[in-house]
Structures are given as structure tokens and as C-alpha cells.
């Protein structure tokens, strides 16, 4: 088996005033090359045949003139970039501040896979109650690239089959329908289309950072029927717009990232649009 090969590059006269990102370098390479990865150290006479070589690269350091490399890595190159945003800013002065900020926008800003999918199938049943009976669903989702950067198409789809009406849980629903239809039959698609809007790299300081503003265009339709599955089937549909704000509060790593999204939504079954407010945070 091929073994995976990480080059490594910081500023140029990182070693020259070597401190904590130095350190974090040498045991990052020592630790990759000890679980078998081969680890280079940049070499601008030789960049060509390492770049050659590389599977991924990462660079230590936001020193200003740090995206030149790291643009270049991203844009031109197309190689996997990590990046270790190290630097000790003992005087504002003395640090271009907008090359750090260039630095950092280069980040990866896929917030959804490019691709990717999900298949469920549950059973949901009371044996201690007869009368109850079963439900039987099936969903699957698809994550597809957008038609820009950045941007991501979100497939869903589910069938559910109930042998009595007293279930109203369903694997998908219309956004902003009335929920009180108890289906003994029912089938349902989404189609949601995600993209960024906004990334503001701002805050308040120790208090809030804002990442990202993102929107997600949005499209559902059902169609059921009840009655011990002789009725009429009936249609239910709807489509809006959600509008999220990504923030991370009070010094919280970045993968805690929460969410407030607001939402409108207009549902066949409603004279007039549904607004909403969410609130999601990881735990």
C-alpha cells in the first residue's frame, strides 16, 4: 500500500525565532512518520518535485504573505490544505492584519458534504398495545454538488405504510403544513438548494464570533391517503426560504458552530406564509 505523504511548510524565518508552532511542527512529523506517513519539509529549490509528491499539504503559520503560499496550494495546485492558524500578535502594528484575514478566508467552505448520501428504514410499533399496529417507513437522501462554489443540492425521499390510522409520524413533511393528518399511506419529496451569502470573520470580542450568513431555497411535496388505505389520495406541498446565521459564542471551538435560522415558508393547506425561528446548538 502506497503511503500517504504530507508536506509541511511555515513562514521563511520561522526557525530563526523558533516558539510554540515550531514545536507543534517537529511532533506533528515525528508522530506522522512513527504511524508510517512520510512527512517533507519544504524546500523551495526542490517545490516542483514536492508538490509532485504531496497528497496534502500544511502550512503553520498566518504570518502576512502566508496566503500567497496557501492560495497557490488551493487554487492552483487543487491539493487538500490544513492549515494551523499560529501566530503571536504582541503589537497590531507590526503584523499585516488584512493578510492574516486573506489567510483565513482561504478556508474550506463547504458546509455540506460535496457528495454524499443516507438510507433509513425504521419499524415503529407497540407490542404491549395491539390496537396500535405498525408503521413502516423507508427515506434516502443524496448531498450533490451546486452549481456554484460552495453551493449544495440536497435530495430527500421517503414511503411510509401504516396498517391502522393512528400514526402521524412522518419521515418527511412540508414545510409549514398543518400536521394532523394521520396517513396510512404517504410518500414524500424535498429538494433543498444551499449556498453561502455571507462570511462576516467578525465579532465581539470574548463574547461572539459571526462565521457565516447561508441561505437554503427550499421545495417539499406529499401525497397520502387514509381511510384503511381506500380513500382519496390528497396532495400537500410548499416551498420557502431559510435564512441562517452561523456563530460561535463565548470562546467556544469552532466545531460547537451554532445556529439561529429564520424561515418562511408557504404551505398549500394555508392561505398565508408560516414564519419561523430556529435555534440549534451541538452538546
Same mark, same amino acid.
Given at each position: 500500500?502506497?503511503?500517504?505523504?504530507?508536506?509541511?511548510?511555515?513562514?521563511?524565518?520561522?526557525?530563526?525565532?523558533? +516558539?510554540?508552532?515550531? =514545536? !507543534?511542527?517537529?511532533?506533528?512529523?515525528?508522530?506522522?512518520?512513527?504511524?508510517?506517513?512520510?512527512?517533507?519539509?519544504?524546500?523551495?529549490?526542490?517545490?516542483?518535485? !514536492?508538490? /509532485?509528491?504531496? /497528497?496534502?499539504? &500544511?502550512?503553520?503559520?498566518? !504570518?502576512?504573505?502566508?496566503?500567497?503560499?496557501? +492560495? &497557490?496550494?488551493?487554487? =492552483?495546485?487543487?491539493?487538500?490544505?490544513?492549515?494551523?492558524?499560529?501566530?503571536?500578535?504582541?503589537?497590531?502594528?507590526?503584523? +499585516?492584519?488584512?493578510?492574516?484575514?486573506?489567510?483565513?478566508?482561504?478556508?474550506?467552505?463547504?458546509?455540506?458534504?460535496?457528495?454524499?448520501?443516507?438510507?433509513?428504514?425504521?419499524?415503529?410499533?407497540?407490542?404491549?398495545?395491539?390496537?396500535?399496529?405498525?408503521?413502516?417507513?423507508?427515506?434516502? +437522501?443524496?448531498?450533490?454538488?451546486?452549481?456554484?462554489?460552495?453551493?449544495?443540492?440536497?435530495?430527500?425521499?421517503?414511503?411510509?405504510?401504516?396498517?391502522?390510522?393512528?400514526?402521524?409520524?412522518?419521515?418527511?413533511?412540508?414545510?409549514?403544513?398543518?400536521? /394532523?393528518?394521520?396517513?396510512?399511506?404517504?410518500?414524500?419529496?424535498?429538494?433543498?438548494?444551499?449556498?453561502?451569502?455571507?462570511?462576516?470573520?467578525?465579532?465581539?470580542?470574548?463574547?461572539?464570533?459571526?462565521?457565516?450568513?447561508?441561505?437554503?431555497?427550499?421545495?417539499?411535496?406529499?401525497?397520502?391517503?387514509?381511510?384503511?388505505?381506500?380513500?382519496?389520495?390528497?396532495?400537500?406541498?410548499?416551498?420557502?426560504?431559510?435564512?441562517?446565521?452561523?456563530?460561535?459564542?463565548?470562546?467556544?471551538?469552532?466545531?460547537?458552530?451554532?445556529?439561529?435560522?429564520?424561515?418562511? &415558508?408557504?404551505?398549500?393547506?394555508?392561505?398565508?406564509?408560516?414564519?419561523?425561528?430556529?435555534?440549534?446548538?451541538?452538546?
Amino acid at each position: 500500500m502506497t503511503s500517504l505523504t504530507v508536506l509541511f511548510n511555515t513562514y521563511p524565518v520561522a526557525f530563526d525565532c523558533p +516558539g510554540g508552532g515550531e =514545536v !507543534q511542527l517537529l511532533n506533528y512529523k515525528e508522530a506522522l512518520e512513527a504511524a508510517g506517513v512520510r512527512v517533507l519539509l519544504y524546500d523551495v529549490w526542490h517545490a516542483r518535485e !514536492q508538490l /509532485d509528491a504531496a /497528497d496534502i499539504v &500544511h502550512y503553520f503559520s498566518v !504570518q502576512g504573505g502566508s496566503w500567497r503560499f496557501c +492560495g &497557490h496550494i488551493r487554487d =492552483v495546485r487543487k491539493l487538500p490544505l490544513v492549515l494551523s492558524p499560529i501566530i503571536w500578535i504582541d503589537d497590531p502594528r507590526k503584523y +499585516g492584519l488584512d493578510d492574516i484575514g486573506a489567510t483565513l478566508r482561504l478556508a474550506h467552505r463547504d458546509f455540506l458534504p460535496r457528495w454524499g448520501y443516507t438510507v433509513r428504514l425504521m419499524n415503529t410499533s407497540d407490542p404491549t398495545r395491539g390496537w396500535v399496529g405498525n408503521l413502516w417507513s423507508a427515506s434516502a +437522501g443524496a448531498y450533490l454538488p451546486g452549481v456554484w462554489a460552495h453551493h449544495s443540492i440536497r435530495l430527500r425521499a421517503a414511503a411510509q405504510y401504516s396498517d391502522k390510522s393512528v400514526f402521524r409520524q412522518k419521515e418527511l413533511f412540508p414545510r409549514g403544513a398543518r400536521y /394532523d393528518i394521520n396517513p396510512e399511506r404517504y410518500m414524500a419529496l424535498a429538494v433543498d438548494y444551499q449556498l453561502p451569502l455571507w462570511y462576516p470573520d467578525t465579532g465581539i470580542n470574548s463574547l461572539l464570533y459571526f462565521r457565516r450568513v447561508r441561505a437554503n431555497l427550499a421545495l417539499d411535496y406529499a401525497r397520502y391517503r387514509s381511510g384503511g388505505g381506500h380513500g382519496a389520495w390528497r396532495n400537500l406541498w410548499s416551498y420557502g426560504l431559510d435564512i441562517t446565521l452561523d456563530i460561535v459564542p463565548i470562546r467556544l471551538p469552532a466545531s460547537t458552530s451554532t445556529a439561529v435560522t429564520f424561515t418562511i &415558508h408557504k404551505p398549500s393547506d394555508r392561505s398565508a406564509p408560516v414564519f419561523g425561528v430556529g435555534f440549534t446548538m451541538p452538546i
